[in-house]
């Protein structure tokens, strides 16, 4: 027998308000598959699986890792390869700083470096050595293409 109740929206049901909802197999957000019995029970019959496995959690958090870890590698690499070219430069270097400033170093010492951006007019800029960007020419290279 089916009776007939009225929930708290207004609308008809045909299940009973004060019996427990049917236990769930998975999960908040997963959709079990329920059907009644002839006592008018729910059973839960089983959870799909969803189209990455079981495991699709592990494996999120497996490449996670993974990608963390090369970019932290990554970003050893680079900071030694700085680091190297800082203690490489010298006088007469033709440099550029990260504001885009090419010139020859003048003069260095242990924080700065004085470039000389216009040879005719002498301009000079000292700049931090942490602003170096990159070497464009060192001193041995210069020497070389002047005595071709």
Known sequence: MTSLWVNS???ASTTNPAAAPPPMA???GQNAVTTTNAGGEGVVEGVPAGPFGDNFFLILVFVMVAVV???MLSGRKEKK???A???????QDRVQTIGGIIGRIVDLKSDTVTLET?????SRVTISRQA???????KSES???ATD
Request: hydrophobic content about 30%; overall charge neutral.
């Open 9 to 11: 929206l207004g609308q």
């Open 143 to 145: 020497e070389e293409q």
């Open 132 to 138: 170096l960007q990159q070497v464009l020419e060192t």
């Open 26 to 28: 998975s999960g908040p």
């Open 69 to 71: 870890g090369f970019s």
């Open 81 to 83: 390869r700085r680091a």
């Open 85 to 91: 070219m800082l203690a490489s430069v010298g006088r």
């Open 118 to 122: 216009d040879k005719g007019s002498g």
